[in-house]
Protein backbone atom coordinates (compact mmCIF):
# COMPACT_ATOMS: atom_id res chain seq x y z
CA UNK A 1 0.00 0.00 0.00
CA UNK A 2 1.33 3.27 -0.97
CA UNK A 3 1.75 6.17 1.54
CA UNK A 4 -0.62 8.53 -0.22
CA UNK A 5 -3.54 5.82 -0.09
CA UNK A 6 -3.01 6.67 3.74
CA UNK A 7 -4.36 9.65 4.04
CA UNK A 8 -4.03 12.98 2.31
CA UNK A 9 -1.95 15.48 3.82
CA UNK A 10 -1.42 13.66 6.48
CA UNK A 11 1.99 11.34 5.16
CA UNK A 12 3.80 12.56 1.72
CA UNK A 13 5.00 9.31 -0.60
CA UNK A 14 8.99 11.40 -0.23
CA UNK A 15 8.58 12.36 3.73
CA UNK A 16 9.90 9.19 4.80
CA UNK A 17 13.55 8.04 3.78
CA UNK A 18 16.09 5.67 4.46
CA UNK A 19 18.36 7.99 5.15
CA UNK A 20 15.73 10.22 7.29
CA UNK A 21 15.22 6.93 9.65
CA UNK A 22 18.73 6.29 10.03
CA UNK A 23 19.68 9.86 10.98
CA UNK A 24 17.10 9.95 13.22
CA UNK A 25 18.40 6.24 15.01
CA UNK A 26 18.73 6.05 18.39
CA UNK A 27 22.40 5.74 18.99
CA UNK A 28 24.27 5.71 22.05
CA UNK A 29 26.12 8.82 21.55
CA UNK A 30 22.61 10.34 21.31
CA UNK A 31 21.90 9.02 24.81
CA UNK A 32 25.17 10.04 26.40
CA UNK A 33 26.05 6.43 26.59
CA UNK A 34 29.84 5.08 26.76
CA UNK A 35 31.21 2.28 27.60
CA UNK A 36 34.61 0.10 28.48
CA UNK A 37 35.34 -3.05 29.25
CA UNK A 38 37.76 -5.04 29.84
CA UNK A 39 38.81 -8.98 31.60
CA UNK A 40 41.89 -10.74 33.38
CA UNK A 41 42.75 -13.71 34.60
CA UNK A 42 44.86 -14.94 36.81
CA UNK A 43 46.38 -18.67 38.42
CA UNK A 44 45.14 -17.77 42.04
CA UNK A 45 46.41 -20.86 43.31
CA UNK A 46 48.94 -19.63 46.57
CA UNK A 47 46.79 -19.22 49.29
CA UNK A 48 45.81 -15.94 50.64
CA UNK A 49 47.30 -13.75 47.72
CA UNK A 50 45.55 -10.46 46.85
CA UNK A 51 45.88 -9.90 43.01
CA UNK A 52 45.13 -6.63 41.46
CA UNK A 53 43.43 -8.14 38.37
CA UNK A 54 42.42 -5.27 37.12
CA UNK A 55 44.39 -1.95 37.88
CA UNK A 56 43.94 2.39 36.48
CA UNK A 57 39.94 2.17 36.30
CA UNK A 58 38.68 5.69 35.72
CA UNK A 59 34.76 4.93 36.95
CA UNK A 60 32.97 8.31 34.92
CA UNK A 61 30.71 10.48 37.45
CA UNK A 62 27.28 8.74 37.21
CA UNK A 63 28.06 5.80 36.23
CA UNK A 64 27.69 1.92 36.16
CA UNK A 65 30.21 -0.69 37.11
CA UNK A 66 29.39 -4.08 36.71
CA UNK A 67 31.92 -6.80 37.17
CA UNK A 68 31.68 -11.01 36.45
CA UNK A 69 33.67 -12.43 38.15
CA UNK A 70 34.30 -17.16 38.23
CA UNK A 71 36.58 -19.01 40.61
CA UNK A 72 37.50 -22.44 38.97
CA UNK A 73 38.88 -24.53 42.11
CA UNK A 74 40.42 -27.97 41.78
CA UNK A 75 41.70 -29.18 45.39
CA UNK A 76 41.54 -33.05 46.79
CA UNK A 77 42.61 -35.27 44.05
CA UNK A 78 42.83 -38.93 44.60
CA UNK A 79 40.23 -38.54 47.39
CA UNK A 80 42.28 -36.21 49.78
CA UNK A 81 39.99 -34.15 51.31
CA UNK A 82 40.28 -30.83 49.69
CA UNK A 83 39.99 -27.31 51.17
CA UNK A 84 37.55 -25.03 52.99
CA UNK A 85 37.50 -22.07 50.62
CA UNK A 86 36.21 -18.42 50.00
CA UNK A 87 37.17 -16.33 47.82
CA UNK A 88 36.35 -12.54 47.82
CA UNK A 89 36.60 -9.76 44.73
CA UNK A 90 36.94 -6.02 45.73
CA UNK A 91 36.07 -2.58 44.23
CA UNK A 92 39.05 -0.55 45.33
CA UNK A 93 40.42 2.85 45.34
CA UNK A 94 43.82 4.03 44.99
CA UNK A 95 44.46 3.19 48.81
CA UNK A 96 42.92 -0.04 48.05
CA UNK A 97 40.45 0.61 50.85
CA UNK A 98 37.02 -1.03 48.91
CA UNK A 99 34.89 1.31 47.80
CA UNK A 100 31.23 1.61 50.00
CA UNK A 101 32.88 -1.63 51.71
CA UNK A 102 31.69 -3.70 48.47
CA UNK A 103 33.27 -7.32 47.84
CA UNK A 104 31.95 -10.04 46.53
CA UNK A 105 32.49 -13.67 48.02
CA UNK A 106 31.48 -17.24 46.84
CA UNK A 107 32.72 -20.68 47.47
CA UNK A 108 32.52 -20.71 51.32
CA UNK A 109 32.74 -23.75 53.15
CA UNK A 110 32.45 -26.41 50.09
CA UNK A 111 35.20 -28.66 51.64
CA UNK A 112 35.34 -30.84 47.63
CA UNK A 113 36.71 -33.72 47.98
CA UNK A 114 37.49 -34.42 44.52
CA UNK A 115 37.10 -32.31 41.39
CA UNK A 116 36.51 -28.54 40.36
CA UNK A 117 34.38 -26.67 42.17
CA UNK A 118 33.71 -23.72 39.32
CA UNK A 119 31.66 -20.78 41.14
CA UNK A 120 30.37 -17.43 39.38
CA UNK A 121 28.80 -14.03 40.89
CA UNK A 122 28.54 -10.56 39.96
CA UNK A 123 28.98 -6.87 41.44
CA UNK A 124 27.74 -3.70 40.76
CA UNK A 125 29.05 -0.10 41.69
CA UNK A 126 27.16 3.04 40.82
CA UNK A 127 29.36 6.14 40.63
CA UNK A 128 26.87 8.75 42.30
CA UNK A 129 29.31 11.62 42.68
CA UNK A 130 29.73 14.67 40.27
CA UNK A 131 33.15 13.40 39.46
CA UNK A 132 35.34 10.27 37.74
CA UNK A 133 37.13 8.21 40.70
CA UNK A 134 40.84 7.41 39.38
CA UNK A 135 43.41 4.71 39.80
CA UNK A 136 40.51 2.26 40.67
CA UNK A 137 41.16 -2.12 40.56
CA UNK A 138 39.35 -4.88 40.91
CA UNK A 139 41.56 -7.42 43.52
CA UNK A 140 40.62 -10.34 44.20
CA UNK A 141 41.77 -12.81 47.18
CA UNK A 142 41.04 -16.24 47.81
CA UNK A 143 41.43 -18.16 51.54
CA UNK A 144 41.55 -21.93 52.01
CA UNK A 145 41.99 -24.38 55.01
CA UNK A 146 44.70 -26.19 52.45
CA UNK A 147 46.06 -25.64 49.29
CA UNK A 148 45.03 -25.61 45.87
CA UNK A 149 46.22 -27.77 43.53
CA UNK A 150 44.86 -25.71 40.39
CA UNK A 151 42.78 -22.83 40.11
CA UNK A 152 41.72 -20.04 37.69
CA UNK A 153 40.03 -16.34 38.62
CA UNK A 154 38.53 -14.71 35.79
CA UNK A 155 36.92 -11.12 35.73
CA UNK A 156 35.08 -9.34 33.40
CA UNK A 157 33.80 -5.70 33.67
CA UNK A 158 31.73 -3.12 31.77
CA UNK A 159 31.60 0.37 32.82
CA UNK A 160 28.43 2.58 31.12
CA UNK A 161 28.73 5.74 31.28
CA UNK A 162 24.76 7.33 31.63
CA UNK A 163 25.64 10.52 31.86
Do not use: W
Not at 3 to 24: G, Y
Amino acid sequence: MALSTISVNLIADSSITTAKIADDAITSAKLGLTFSSGSATQDGTVNNTTYDMVTGLTIPAKALLIVNFSFDAKSGENGTPGSNSTCAVHITNSSNTPVDSLSGSFMTNENPKVGYRNTTNTLSYFNETGSALTNHKIRTQQYADGDFNSSLITVKYKIIGLG
